[in-house]
């Protein structure tokens, strides 16, 4: 019975936890997002290009399951904001990738800057730790 309870304690702490994390993570992005003024599917390529680390409008057109001229359209508005740059793909000089701007991934990653912070051990753990715990959850 005490075992019992030990488990559910422990399970409501990591749930607290990852919704305070969940929220944490998407506070920079929200706040950015509502003074923009962007739409959800704005925010999905964006979200896209961030995670990519920079897409062709081909790419970002399947990832986010949208026509590529409406992806085309998207990026215009994003690149006219200030949110997200063309570039030559150094492979293949013959694609233009999208690419975050500074500012964009800095506010929707604000994971990498607190891992910046952290001891290369804490890194370490936090990495392992989760990877436990998905290991668990998956099986």
Known sequence: MRANKELINIVQEIDQDLRAIRRTLRKPAEQEFSKSGQTGPQRSVLQAVVLAGGLSLKEASRRVGLAHSTVSGIVDRLERHGLVLRQTDKKDHRIKLIVASKVVTLVVHPLAEALRRAKPAERRTV???????RRVLES
Not at 127 to 133: A, D, S
């Open 127 to 133: 990495r392992e730790g989760l990877r436990i715990l």
